[in-house]
């Protein structure tokens, strides 16, 4: 394979998202080829990929299987259109999700990113409390530190100030519960034995707003993008409990936790909690080909499409490559992947070891708290002067020492694939040990 070429030139007219564009096309980081669980970069150096490309290669890269169907559906039926017309695989992936989802989420709605999954849970909450006669329940109550995508209602939803402050004002209606992280649970593995109280907040809202006006609570089981906030034992199954109580749909963003990330199909199932909707995306096609979908129970369906009219539309709403043909076959491949090798109880097995390893990281100098929960771990590191530089020099230094990884401000964010051997995670945990021994024995103070 030829590697691209790399001059300034050839990389200015592609404005890249969520990144650092003038730095990246002096210094750049060009991933070439990925194969299980490496890539290689543009200099033919071989990296270990410790976060599933971004949370979506659990099975791997390169997986023949998903190839061939791809490339099958490519040369059978490339393109459907979705509006009033249909394709078999959408049904076949539907029920294959529906069946692995929590509780009685038997209905899916497929869109193309995690983004587009969250505004459709969005408007599916809101008609559904219309259709019922409430349609004063407009509100959403959201989290503190929350990632739910980059449109605009996910940015209204967002708790991460960076996605959202140069924006305006976005969505109104939009309140925020407190986050889960306090200082006892620094350094505890897996969930917190307390703090199940938080989600209080979501019945002070109640209190403050009304339930009458609130259409939905909406958090991430595990908060990922913000650096892995584990939910305290408890605290899920009480939000799911004052919404019941007061008639507010409950709506888990699994785009991270799902497909076993947490161990289980879903953190739902992790957590033993059935939301009322949940989205998902990523680990969905193995990152193959962009797709999302927002599974909902059977009561939201009934009230919005079995109540609906007869011959009419009954959800305005949908996307030109909602349930494309081609991503449905890598979806399904997918699917056959993880269950032909039982990759959900892999990554449940793994963990334990995983966690280990990453924990023995707990007595660095520059580690001031650890996170993890199944397949999934945060890493924060003391901030230099300027917070997020230190965490900017390490995802340049990790990349020079062979590790692909993803970075929140100060926090290295870690995510193997469920195909990984323990040697894998010995060569990511040493990887990132020895960069860090680099940067505590430097000093660095970062400034710029
Ligand atoms: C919880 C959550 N929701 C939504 C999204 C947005 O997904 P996408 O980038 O596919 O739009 C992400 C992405 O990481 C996420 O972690």
């Not at 150096?45 to 023949?64: K, N, P």
Request: glycine residues 10%; charged residues 20%.
């Amino acid at each position: 394979m030829t590697p691209p070429t790399v001059t300034a030139n050839s990389l200015e007219h592609h404005w890249m998202p969520f990144s650092a564009n003038k730095h990246f096309k002096q210094e750049p980081r060009l991933l070439t080829e990925g194969k299980g669980v490496y890539f290689k970069n543009h200099k033919g150096e071989t990296l270990i990929d410790a976060v599933s490309g971004l949370f979506c290669s659990s099975a791997g890269h390169a997986r023949q299987e998903i190839a061939d169907a791809v490339q099958r559906q490519i040369m059978t039926l490339d393109y459907t259109p979705p509006f009033q017309y249909g394709q078999g695989l959408s049904f076949e992936l539907a029920r294959r999700v529906a069946a692995i989802a929590p509780g009685d989420l038997n209905y899916v709605f497929f869109g193309c990113s995690g983004s587009e999954a969250v505004e459709s849970a969005m408007k599916i909450a809101l008609q559904y409390h219309r259709v019922r006669g409430h349609g004063q329940r407009t509100r959403f109550v959201s989290r503190e530190r929350a990632y739910h995508g980059v449109n605009f209602g996910g940015i209204s939803l967002a708790g991460m100030v960076r996605n959202r402050e140069m924006f305006g004002l976005t969505l109104p209606g939009v309140s925020h519960i407190r986050h889960t992280w306090r200082e006892e649970t620094r350094f505890v593995k897996g969930q917190a034995e307390t703090g199940a109280d938080l989600a209080d907040d979501l019945q002070r809202h109640v209190e403050l707003y009304g339930a009458d006006n609130i259409a939905a609570c909406i958090v991430e089981p595990i908060a990922g993008s913000t650096g892995v906030l584990v939910p305290p034992k408890g605290y899920l199954n009480r939000l799911r409990e004052i919404c019941t109580r007061h008639g507010i749909l409950l709506v888990f963003d699994e785009v991270i936790c799902g497909f076993g990330r947490t161990g289980k199909a879903f953190g739902g199932n992790s957590f033993g909690v059935t939301p009322d909707l949940m989205t998902m995306a990523k680990g969905i096609t193995n990152g193959v080909i962009p797709m999302g979908a927002v599974a909902v129970s059977e009561a939201v369906y009934q009230a919005v499409v079995a109540a609906g009219p007869e011959k009419g539309i009954e959800f305005f709403h949908g996307y030109t490559y909602s349930a494309h043909p081609v991503a449905c076959a890598a979806g399904l491949a997918t699917l056959d992947i993880y269950e032909k090798e039982g990759l959900f109880e892999r990554a449940a097995q793994m963990s334990p070891y995983f966690l280990d390893q990453v924990w023995t990281l707990k007595d660095h100098p520059l580690v001031v708290d650890l996170r993890g929960y199944g397949m999934l771990a945060g890493i924060d590191i003391k901030p230099a002067e300027k917070p997020g530089a230190r965490g900017y020099e390490l995802l340049q230094d990790l990349f020079k020492a062979g590790l692909m990884t993803r970075i929140t401000n100060d926090t290295i964010l870690l995510a193997p694939a469920f195909i990984c051997e323990k040697s894998h995670i010995d060569e990511i945990v040493d990887k990132i040990r020895r960069v860090l021994d680099r940067h505590a024995k430097a000093g660095l103070r970062v400034v710029s």
